[in-house]
């Protein structure tokens, strides 16, 4: 039963941090972007409930590895917010390297053309940060 009991208080706390490490890098994330997230998916743009989709997954999956490998809840919080920093400067680049379109400018006008190129790299880059992480 203590055993239990203390499984259960780590998963507590795991879930007390996720949700502050996806809240921490979703207001990041809100910031890069030249819109109001939540204005544009209120207003039903699909382009952007994709992108911020994508973005809380691709967080999701940094946290989910370096979790996997950390030995302590500092580390996990360390490692985690270095991976949200890089998945930050991905976009960042990726926003620079693509100057025939402004990334934002194309997901507040709801093209999802480009929400799902966004997806696939904020996913797969993710998938190599966190496994860079581990």
Do not use: H
């Not at 490490?21 to 809100?30: M, W, Y």
């Not at 996990?76 to 400067?89: D, K, N, P, Y």
């Amino acid at each position: 039963m203590n055993e239990f009991l203390q499984n259960a208080g780590n998963v507590g706390i795991g879930l007390v941090l996720l949700l502050v490490i996806l809240g921490g890098g979703a207001f990041v994330f809100s910031k890069l972007t030249r819109y109001n997230d939540a204005a544009e998916i209120n207003k039903g743009n699909q382009a952007a409930g994709i992108y911020m989709g994508s973005k809380l997954l691709g967080l999701c999956i940094i946290v989910a590895m370096v979790s996997y490998s950390s030995d302590s809840w500092v580390s996990m919080l360390i490692w985690s917010a270095i991976g949200i920093a890089i998945l930050c400067l991905v976009y960042v680049l990726f926003d620079f390297l693509t100057p025939r379109f402004k990334v934002c400018e194309q997901i507040e006008q709801g093209n999802l053309a480009v929400a799902q190129l966004l997806r696939s790299i904020i996913i797969g880059v993710s998938i190599v940060i966190g496994t860079f992480l581990m």
